[in-house]
């Protein structure tokens, strides 16, 4: 009798290590919706377009480099920028796509005077209307606001926000467009601003 009571308890005790294991053990990359882990992102391509001259050139961020690309803006230009995401050669872009109600970019531009507006179409607006902000437009008062500090842009994308905002804030010498609360970063770029 002390074997079978024994041996129950044995069982039960695995049956509760097993079960709490298959509770912890999922996580994001159970998702099929979401195969966007940012160890498998290469570069985030930041294509900037200005309205006047109707020219585009891309800055290539490549994921864990030492060194930002320089993004060249003209006071007083207004750019259609479009972000899209690699992962070696492939375009991770449409991944986000598919996925658009659990993915929102948040831009930050310390030390510059850019007015941002998201200009997503409906493949990069989420079920609450909120856009992604794939793409955006750009009005450029002052590219660098104080020449003694660095102008920049940290783009960050979050996976599964609890909640988001397309709403700008003033930050230090800047604005930063888009508020998220909760989830976890997929991606974050710094590419320096210049004139």
Known sequence: MKNIFKNTTLILGLLMIAFSLGLTSCNRGDDEADDLPQEELSDIL??????ATGVGITYDYQVNSTTNPNVKLVNGHTYN??????????????????????????????????????????????KDGKRVGLKTKWVVNAAVKNA??????VLTLYHEPVSVSEASAVSGNGVVYGVQSGGETDAQATYNIIN
């Open 46 to 51: 930041l294509k900037v377009t200005d309205e």
């Open 81 to 126: 920028v479009e972000v899209n995401f690699k992962n070696g050669d492939e375009d991770a872009t449409e991944e986000i796509r598919t996925a658009k109600d659990e993915h929102f970019l948040v831009y930050n531009f310390p030390n510059s005077d850019i007015v941002m507006t998201r200009t997503d179409d409906e493949s990069s607006t989420r």
């Open 148 to 153: 003694t500090a660095p102008s920049q842009l």
